[in-house]
Nanobody, 121 residues
Framework: QVQLVESGGGLVQAGGSLRLSCAAS????????MGWYRQAPGKQRELVAV???????HYADSVKGRFTISRDNAKSTVYLQMNSLKPEDTAVYYC???????????????WGQGTQVTVSS
């Protein structure tokens, strides 16, 4: 099995910064795309940013220029640096990883447990 453990959420004032981390562990052969999603109360989960194994990135329009996704393949970890935070960024942030395990041949998506980010105005 594969586990994703997130950290770094919290409460911050508008204009502030937070850095989220997500470490993957378990029966991992290779991790392809890694990404961050978020879900605000009463809304659907949405993509925030995704990064390929080779480092190509894609961002939601709402976070472009403010958030930066990065990864350390040696540590099986993905990061999300969030700057210039706004109250509308308040949500539970979830890490996702597309993984091929050591016991399988197919890629599956795994989720972390989520970390709360609250931005006060």
């Amino acid at each position: 099995q594969v586990q994703l453990v997130e950290s770094g959420g919290g409460l911050v004032q508008a204009g502030g910064s937070l850095r989220l981390s997500c470490a993957a562990s378990g029966n991992i052969f290779i991790i392809n795309d890694m990404g961050w999603y978020r879900q605000a109360p009463g809304k659907q989960r949405e993509l925030v940013a995704v990064i390929s194994r080779g480092g190509s990135t894609h961002y939601a329009d709402s976070v472009k220029g403010r958030f930066t996704i990065s990864r350390d393949n040696a540590k099986s970890t993905v990061y999300l640096q969030m700057n210039s935070l706004k109250p509308e960024d308040t949500a539970v942030y979830y890490c996702n990883a597309r993984v091929i395990t050591t016991t399988g041949i197919h890629e599956y998506g795994y989720w972390g447990q989520g970390t709360q980010v609250t931005v006060s105005s």
